[in-house]
């Protein structure tokens, strides 16, 4: 028995942390198939700990506060947010810092759980752009940093973290405060009622069952906000990390923005390809995402580990997505708003003759963003296991 045991889970999910907390991704291929939007049920889930419970009567009355270096706090229901500000709704791709770790397991153990590389899920929010609930709430001069709590009570306190006040303010970065996703009211595992959604970075900024937003001039003293998402050094050791707090206390190794990144979901992994009798061409496939709201603008497949490379075709879901206007999904009718930065994965495919994939034993991909961000061929292993993004490779069997 565990403290979620009332949630109602799908039994596709798989587990990465035993019992509790709740910690999942979908296999990769059904993830893939569910293409741009991800359904809630395949939406990965990752939790610190017990998922608040909130009765459907008392969701209105939720309450949240936006306080410290403000001239104006504010003292707020989701029944005022609803009515007096304005609503927005924006496709964004929340993906967790630790996806693809499990790749860094294998090399040398990380103090984290083995993510596959289906960390990564899309969906509609719905909610409040952030930075015009701080314009009332009146930032006072010297605030730097937006701090926020979630209500989920963890061994070390609540769940929280930070993000500068200078990206909330800015409406390109589209950081909100969400209370449904394609549609629908929020689904428990998600934050149900209220959760910040910060685009373009990792996803354990987008806190979740919001209830506080405190403005100050550091970054969060939160335990979650200094002992989580953080790259350090490749020289520190787990042990190194656990007996000297400096590594930890430097908020330069702190992570904001997604780096680029790719896999390949079709081959799986170690997948017997039946090449014998098929068609000529096999398409090989997979997602790319960015970070900051840097759209992908190259994927690159290699059959020789890396000697060279072959373009493959870029499909923009969310360009198709925009222009194909409002359209029915799981709650109810949802049109979405457009920005000038990308927050959404794409995909890619290529096709690449059978008789080529037969004479090769692995595939490589690589994205590049239109920063000319790359991905390296080489692994940056790091204590936490973070921000995994070297050539993604997938192995190949044949069938006889
Ligand atoms: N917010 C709270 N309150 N508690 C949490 O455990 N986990 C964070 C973030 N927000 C977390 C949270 C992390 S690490 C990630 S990756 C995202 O939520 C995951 O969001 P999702 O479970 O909706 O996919």
Redesign the pocket.
Known sequence: KTPDNWLPRDPRLIRLTGVH?FNVEAPLSDLYNEGFLTSPEL???????HVPQVRDEDIPDWEFTVEGMVEQPLKLTLRDLLEQYEQHTYPIT?????NRRKEQNVVRKTKGFSWGAA?V?TALFTGVVMGDLLRKAKPKRGARYVCM????K?PNG???TSVKLNWVMDPNRGMMLAHMMNGEMLRP???KPL?AVIPGQ?????????KRIILTNEPSDNW?HIY??RVLPTSVSPEESANDPKWWMDERYAIYDLSTNSAIAYPAHEEQLGLVGAPEKYRVKGYAYGGGGRRVTRAEVSLDKGKTWRLAKIDYAEDRYRESGPRQLYGGTVDMEWRESSFCWCFWNIDIPVSELAETSDLFIRAMDESMNIQPRDMYWSVLGMMNNPWYRVTISREN
């Open positions: 907390p939406f990965y889930v990752r939790n610190h700990g929340l993906v967790c810092a630790g960390g899920s709590e979630g209500a989920d963890l609540y769940y929280g595992d998600h934050g959760r990792i996803g354990g900024r987008s806190v979740k069952w919001l979650y989580d998402n």
